[in-house]
């Protein structure tokens, strides 16, 4: 039995067998699926526009059939065609591709994570095609969104120390596992003892920028590079130690 069609967006491909590929879609019913594409890699004309249709970052009208973890596709057509990036554009939509299939795992639902990868993908569109750093206020904030929505949520409001609210003032230590806390003082965990604040796992933030970061004020330099170092940190975790290649090919870019 075929499911009713699905608004989604193509993550990933892989080769499968002679002619067919895997596709990893991110679906808005369905969050994220993984689907067999018959004879993509044929020769006749129907491969070669199953081919044109299954491209990322267009938004894409897919059915399939199967019970099991691995579905069979059933049809697909473009309901939105994707955006004109340039090189870094591109190479920072490739990332947030990366990080979903590193990150958002099948059997996961979250409803709202289909329109704020919609909106980062046309955010990305949308900036300076000459300026590549206007690029990383649409990724910092699908990151941070991204984490929130998995449940690791990282906390610029309060000191996780005290408990006290960040001081535009004050200077903070903020690190991957324990979140902010205050730099004049001995961060502490949650058994009251001492947290190491090594280069590795922690980095000095600005009160000022973690209040811009709260409102989601990138217009200042220092703040996106801030936000740069804490997503970083807060990523870490939930990476494995492996690096993403995406992220390699975006800073050559």
Request: hydrophobic residues 40%; aromatic residues 8%.
């Amino acid at each position: 039995m075929s499911t009713p069609l699905q608004r989604c967006f193509l993550l990933h491909q892989r080769a499968y067998r002679e002619t067919s590929v895997i596709v990893d879609l991110l679906c808005e019913s369905e969050g994220r699926v993984s689907v067999v594409c018959k004879g993509v890699r044929g020769s006749g004309n129907k491969s070669a526009s199953l081919r044109s249709v299954l491209q990322p970052f267009a938004m894409l009208a897919v059915q399939w059939s199967g019970k099991s973890s691995l579905k069979s596709l059933r049809s697909a057509e473009v309901l939105e065609q994707a955006p004109w990036l340039s090189q870094h554009q591109l190479y920072a939509a490739l990332y947030l591709n990366e990080l979903l299939m590193r990150l958002f795992q099948q059997g996961e639902l979250h409803a709202d994570l289909f329109q704020h990868y919609h909106s980062a993908i046309a955010d990305l569109s949308r900036s300076d095609a000459a300026d590549r750093s206007s690029t990383e206020i649409p990724l910092r904030r699908f990151e941070f969104t991204l984490l929130a929505t998995l449940g690791f949520e990282v906390d610029l409001f309060y000191d996780s120390s005290s408990g006290e609210p960040v001081l535009a003032d004050k200077s903070y230590h903020f690190h991957g596992e324990f979140g902010l806390s205050n730099i004049e003082n001995a961060s502490l965990d949650s058994d009251g003892q001492a947290i190491p604040q090594s280069k590795k796992n922690s980095v000095p933030i600005l009160g000022q920028h973690i209040l811009a970061l709260q409102q989601q004020d990138y217009s200042d330099d220092a703040v996106r590079r801030a936000a740069k170092k804490i997503i970083r940190l807060a990523l870490a975790p939930h990476l494995g130690g492996r690096p993403l290649k995406s992220r390699e090919l975006y800073a050559r870019a």
